[in-house]
């Protein structure tokens, strides 16, 4: 989105590091080993996009966590990993093994309660930073095809925007990658951009 | 007392599960029948304290942490039993409480107002029957996963004895070379390549001379013996990528690619006479025996291995025809008989 400055997707971009790095904090303590995050790149897209960029292929399965966010602007977040990557955090989360296919209902809540930190620090920490609050509901794990990506088309008409925050995930030496979507109406993009601007202004710059 | 208060309270001690409401500062504001009961602290002892005092070890655990974002954050957690312990001391009975066998907890945190003030819900669900049924599953299934490996590993045996009898089998059980089947396998092969190379090729057929007279009067541990040993000499100094195999009682056959009729003969000539040269001891002590060959070279004398066998045979049925003890090639040799 062009309306988006660099400033501001930088101010957005260190707001999510110093989120995703609390959350590696809370993440460490459960696995007892150092869970690394980092969110090396934030952009603002259409929901189009956003489809292309998840789905490298047509066979691919997304697992999701998502949890609304109300207050001086309202997203749908949401904690995207493809599923076999899922899997991968799941095993090196509950030590053990895990079926190679699918999530089974205790691994989905593992997966929840993972997306749940990883999206409430985020929150917080842009709560904290920008001086605002929110209400957040509880997560809801599903899965994602392609042909069913309707979440993204289900929210289209209010969200015409996607705040896409890249997340890198290390864990044992291995690196797994995910994205961290926030769906935007054009009322709440334009109150999260100012809040950014205040932000900004607070810090002297802009 | 206010009927939506007596209402309340009747709910949430029928709730199937704990309820502790918090204010803003972590001060128990609810605490249902189901928290006296599994958690063994009554209502009245509860109400009004705070949160962290009842359970001082929730500080730095997990619970502690969503429960203060609750609070701090109004942002709702969930704490799951497959990444934690059971965080709470809650027990189904006394001998489960006397041996701190916690019941295992999903945890709900979800801010609410309650009378306009902001507060949070805790509730907590005992999922123990469904998580050891999950662990009984796992158990399950690791030991699934060993019996596989297990089962690999013994299928990976038997491909490998199968390996080895099959090698057995293309052998000839007395003597050790190809059988016949074999030897045939290994000489159309070898005449497709040489024939492809545009290279010669030689087959001798080597027959041990009179041995049905060494059997019927040395017995058949003798022939055995002569068998034997004419295929250890054959072996022992087979040239490079030749083959020998055994076609049937006493006529073996030896597969030569790229030698001349020349250098066969030569070699033949040598191995009867390493033949010749051992004593084979049989039940009546016998001594030693003869072999015969007739050899046929490809292309000149056969293209085909039928034909090749056909002008063998010719050859090697001269060689007894000429009193036995001696090597005929096929062509030259039988024009000067015939």
Not at chain 1, 53 to 81: C, H, I, K, T, Y
Not at chain 2, 188 to 197: I, K, T
Not at chain 2, 257 to 278: F, L, N
Not at chain 2, 302 to 307: A, D, V
Request: proline fraction near 3%; aromatic fraction near 6%; charge should be negative.
């Amino acid at each position: 989105m062009h309306e988006v400055g660099e400033l501001q997707r930088d101010a957005l971009a260190e707001i999510f590091n110093i989120g995703v790095g609390r959350a590696a904090a809370s993440l460490s303590q459960i696995v007892r080993d150092e869970v690394e995050l980092s969110a090396p790149q934030v952009l603002f897209l259409k929901p189009e996009e956003v489809r292309a960029r998840l789905f490298s292929s047509e066979l691919d399965r997304l697992s999701l966590v998502s949890q609304d966010f109300n207050g001086p602007f309202d997203a749908r977040a949401m904690l995207v990993f493809q599923e076999k990557n899922a899997l991968v955090i799941v095993s090196h989360m509950l030590d053990g093994m895990v079926d190679p296919e699918h999530l089974s209902e205790f691994e989905q809540e593992a997966m929840c309660e993972v997306g749940n930190i990883i999206l409430n620090a985020c929150i917080s920490a842009l709560a904290d930073l920008l001086g605002i609050a929110f209400e957040g509901s509880l997560p809801h794990y599903r899965y994602a095809e392609r042909r069913t990506l309707d979440l993204l088309g289900e929210v289209q008409e209010q969200a015409p925007v996607i705040l896409l925050v890249q997340v890198d995930l290390r864990i044992r030496k291995q690196s797994i990658d995910g994205h961290m979507l926030f769906l935007l109406s054009v009322t709440s993009l334009h109150a999260l951009l100012d809040s950014i601007d205040r932000f900004l202004a607070r810090q002297g710059i802009g | 007392m206010d009927i939506n208060v007596g209402l309340r309270s009747v709910v949430l001690d029928a709730v199937t599960g704990g309820v502790i409401v918090l204010d803003a500062t972590g001060g128990v504001l609810v605490w249902n029948g189901w928290m006296a009961e599994f958690g063994g602290i009554p209502g009245e002892q509860a109400i009004g304290r705070h949160l962290d005092e009842i359970f001082p070890e929730i500080a730095a655990t997990r619970l502690g942490s969503a429960v203060s974002m609750a609070l701090s954050h109004r942002l709702a957690g969930l704490v799951s039993p497959s990444l934690h312990p059971p965080p709470l001391p809650l027990y189904r009975n006394a001998s489960d409480r006397k041996q701190d066998r916690r019941l295992w907890q999903m945890i709900h945190v979800t801010p609410i107002h309650m009378a306009g003030m902001p507060a949070c819900v805790i509730h907590i669900q005992d999922v123990t029957t469904a998580m050891l049924r999950e662990r009984r599953l796992r158990e399950q299934s690791a030991e699934l996963e060993q019996r596989n490996a297990e089962l690999q590993a013994q299928l990976q045996e038997i491909r490998t004895l199968q390996q080895e009898i099959a090698a057995m089998h293309a052998c000839d059980p007395l003597t050790g070379v190809l059988d016949r089947r074999h030897v045939e396998e290994f000489c159309l092969a070898a005449l497709a390549r040489v024939e492809a190379n545009g290279e010669s090729l030689v087959l001798a057929v080597v027959d041990i001379d009179r041995l049905k007279e060494i059997n019927e009067g040395y017995g058949h541990a003798s022939g055995d013996a002569a068998l034997k040993a004419a295929a250890a000499t054959l072996r022992s100094s087979l040239p490079q990528g030749a083959g020998v195999g055994r076609l049937g009682s006493d006529e073996f056959l030896v597969v030569l690619p790229g030698m001349s009729i020349e250098a066969v003969r030569g070699w033949v000539d040598e191995v009867r006479r390493r033949y010749a040269a051992i004593r084979v001891d049989g039940d009546a002590g016998w001594g030693s025996a003869a072999l015969s060959a007739g050899l046929s070279a490809f292309p000149q004398h056969g293209r085909t291995y039928e034909e090749l066998m056909q002008s063998l045979n010719l050859a090697l049925f001269l060689t007894r025809h000429e009193g036995y003890d001696r090597v005929i090639a096929f062509g030259e040799d039988l024009a000067e008989i015939f």
